[in-house]
């Protein structure tokens, strides 16, 4: 089990929290990589959903994308114009497929395909719940489902748990794209897109679990060698 000094445990707290405030709102732009020689694998998170509007718990519940998650996935698409894609992999719930969909209006000829390995994060017994509630019920408690790496909550995934689906998805993708030297887009979820972010960017288990992964409206791009 990974244990946090204060120092830590505060930092996840203050996450906790913040993205209660501002779901989806990043501190920086996510990262990408200038130059055509090499294929590229494009990642980003599905729009604004019911869910995230009343600050619920969706994990695997199919919450549909509001108006204001349809627009960013509409920005997402002008961002993504110029870009070469062949593939977009998504999972199986509707904010993900959705969110692709929109993202690639203006791609012609893109295969869709399904992966559930990037699924959301199984919250358990907490899905469904308000997070404003459980957090004023057991702060630290909710605090540590939501941000700690191996802290799984009741019947649910932890973070760790997510990366043993998430990490050979991404081994299998960097194959994949090298094989085939194709452009992939990847159509993912919260924490989902941690992990993935992790395994290209070596984060650290910290700064993972701290990360805020935009709601639609911009992309993570890397360079595959």
Not at 17 to 34: F, N, Q, R, V
Not at 137 to 158: C, H, I, V, W
Not at 194 to 211: D, G, H, W
Request: hydrophobic share 30%.
């Amino acid at each position: 089990m990974v244990n946090f000094d204060k120092k830590y445990f505060k930092q996840i707290y203050k996450a906790a929290i913040e993205s209660i405030k501002h779901p989806g709102k990043s501190a920086k732009p996510l990262p990408k990589e200038d130059g055509n020689d090499y294929p590229k694998i494009y990642v980003f998170r599905h729009g604004e959903t019911f869910d995230n509007l009343k600050r619920i718990h969706s994990g695997l519940r199919d919450s549909k994308l509001t108006q204001k998650g349809i627009n960013q996935a509409e920005k997402l698409s002008e961002l993504l114009k110029g870009k070469k894609i062949d593939v977009c992999i998504s999972s199986s719930l509707v904010r993900s497929k959705d969110t692709a969909k929109i993202a690639l209006k203006y791609h012609k000829g893109v295969k869709f395909e399904t992966d559930d390995r990037i699924i959301e994060r199984d919250y358990g017994k907490l899905t469904g719940r308000s997070k404003v509630k459980l957090m004023k019920e057991s702060p630290e408690k909710e605090a540590l489902y939501r941000r700690g790496y191996d802290t799984p909550p009741p019947q649910g995934e932890s973070l760790k748990d997510v990366e043993s689906r998430v990490l050979p998805f991404c081994e299998d993708l960097v194959k994949r794209v090298k094989r085939d030297h194709i452009n992939i887009a990847v159509s993912c979820h919260g924490n989902s897109m941690r992990a993935i972010r992790r395994y290209f960017e070596n984060m650290s288990v910290l700064e993972e679990l701290t990360a805020e992964n935009p709601l639609g409206q911009d992309y993570a791009e890397y360079s595959i060698h």
